[in-house]
């Protein structure tokens, strides 16, 4: 089975502009979260989706959104790009049956590196 | 809320010592408990995980981690180190309050392994 991918791998961008991620999860997988990785604030939950909902929310301002499709793909967007959001952005999938607890593994894959000048 | 402290960010051994990275973690309720591992530019990789069962994991690579409920412990160990371990690790929770669906990570450990 194919990994999580994301596109693109890297992208450069200047304050205020705004700029859309995509991943695709695992073949099956329902779920898909979002991480950004910093090196000052490490690893934060942004958002996770399932069955097109965004079912949990991180600590972020409304700069940062997500969708996700039917096939269950997802894509995240910053708005109005600051240079604080100069990071590595993860996505992660995994094969849950959507129900109030799950002890199934997040898969991540290579991440999105975005760079702000 | 819960939180996940990783004793040192850097952690210096020779190949074929036993490595030892230290996380301790604090959670009203039992949590599940992972350790993920990031090579230079990639994603993460899971090394193994504690849900309930057996506090002793066993992962890849020859791994395993012991869960302390006692101590709030869940420190990730091998007996010995190879040149390729050399990577950084990452301890994380996961909260019950999202039904165990969302990770609240360390802040890593670097692993140097020397010849």
């Known amino acids: 089975k194919a990994g999580v991918t994301q596109t693109p791998r890297y992208l450069i961008k200047t304050r205020g502009q705004q700029v859309t991620l995509s991943c695709s999860p695992i073949?099956?997988?329902?779920?898909v979260s979002w991480y950004q990785q910093t090196p000052g604030q490490g690893l934060q939950f942004l958002f996770e989706?399932?069955?097109?909902?965004?079912?949990n929310k991180g600590n972020f301002p409304g700069r940062f959104s997500g969708r996700q499709f039917s096939n269950s793909r997802s894509e995240m967007n910053v708005s109005t790009l600051e240079l604080g959001d100069s990071a590595l952005y993860l996505c992660?999938?995994?094969?849950?049956?959507?129900?109030?607890?799950?002890?199934?593994?997040?898969?991540f894959g290579p991440g999105t590196r975005l760079t702000v000048l | 809320a819960q939180s996940v402290t990783q004793l040192g960010s850097h952690v210096s051994v020779s190949e074929g010592a036993l490595v030892l990275l230290r996380c301790n973690y604090s959670?009203?309720?039992?949590?599940?408990l992972f350790w993920y591992v990031q090579y230079p530019n990639q994603g993460l990789q899971l090394l193994l995980k504690?849900?309930?069962?057996?506090?002793l994991v066993k992962g890849i690579n020859g791994f395993e981690a012991e869960f302390k409920k006692s101590e709030t412990s869940f420190h990730l160990t091998k007996p010995s180190a190879h040149m390729s371990d050399a990577a950084e690790y990452f301890c994380a929770v996961s909260d019950p309050g999202s039904g165990y669906s969302t990770l609240t990570f360390g802040k890593g450990t670097m692993l140097l392994v020397s010849p």
């Open positions: 959670s009203s309720v039992p949590p599940y």
């Open positions: 992660a999938s995994r094969h849950t049956s959507g129900g109030a607890i799950t002890t199934d593994t997040q898969y």
């Open positions: 989706y399932f069955s097109e909902t965004q079912r």
């Open positions: 504690y849900t309930t069962g057996a506090t």
């Open positions: 073949s099956g997988h329902r779920s």
